[in-house]
T-cell receptor
Framework: DTGVSQDPRHKITKRGQNVTFRCDPI?????LYWYRQTLGQGPEFLTY????????KSRLLSDRFSAERPKGSFSTLEIQRTEQGDSAMYLC????????????FGSGTQLSVL | GENVEQHPSTLSVQEGDSAVIKCTYS??????FPWYKQELGKRPQLIID?????GEKKDQRIAVTLNKTAKHFSLHITETQPEDSAVYFC?????????FGTGTRLTVIP
């Protein structure tokens, strides 16, 4: 599968624990985005990278959230001290050279915080 | 930032009929408007997009129209089929990202 892949597909954790998600974009795509989607809502922008540089972060991204893309390939999204309100689908998407157009999404990581 | 509103939130049509979903946006600088289809438990998939220098675009049974003056755009699906049943999201560009509408759940009744 040459699409965007995310791991794990599902994550159940207890409140207060840390979790980390991984995203592998399409290989020739240099832009990588993280979105969050809750039931009945559209995806909400969290942050994006151009190669290894994190260029923009949403106000939704509290200081408990951190994202990295160390070599400009895969990315990780870490949530520290999880809260029940963090329960959501976390979607990764990638696109070609310097453009937000034609985003390709991964299947997401469904996070449940108990 | 950009604000995208989408309606209706649910839409049921008989197989073979047409479906229309409408979106409005707030930022006149937005210049790219994609539509995504999301089936239950699956990833959002791009089905059609339009840039601001074009008023209409068609791809088989799917078409999108854009009215820049009024800041609204619409998705039209003709000859609907049961496999068209899904949630559809419109989106508009912010500076470097997409802002999505809240989605329309389309049900095509056989």
């Amino acid at each position: 599968d040459t699409g965007v892949s995310q791991d794990p597909r599902h994550k159940i954790t207890k409140r207060g624990q840390n979790v980390t998600f991984r995203c592998d974009p399409i290989s020739e795509h240099n832009r990588l985005y993280w979105y969050r989607q809750t039931l009945g809502q559209g995806p909400e922008f969290l942050t994006y990278f151009q190669n290894e540089a994190q260029l923009e972060k949403s106000r939704l991204l509290s200081d408990r959230f951190s994202a990295e893309r160390p070599k400009g390939s895969f990315s990780t999204l870490e949530i520290q001290r999880t809260e029940q309100g963090d329960s959501a689908m976390y979607l990764c998407a990638s696109s070609v050279q310097g453009s937000v157009e034609k985003l390709f999404f991964g299947s997401g990581t469904q996070l449940s915080v108990l | 930032g950009e604000n995208v509103e989408q309606h209706p939130s649910t839409l049921s049509v008989q197989e073979g009929d047409s479906a229309v979903i409408k979106c409005t946006y707030s930022d006149s600088a937005s210049n790219y408007f994609p539509w995504y289809k999301q089936e239950l438990g699956k990833r959002p998939q791009l089905i059609i997009d339009i840039r601001s220098n074009v008023g209409e675009k068609k791809d088989q049974r799917i078409a999108v129209t854009l009215n820049k003056t009024a800041k609204h755009f619409s998705l039209h699906i003709t000859e609907t089929q049961p496999e068209d049943s899904a949630v559809y999201f419109c989106a508009a560009t912010g500076a470097n990202n997409l802002f999505f509408g809240t989605g329309t759940r389309l049900t095509v009744i056989p």
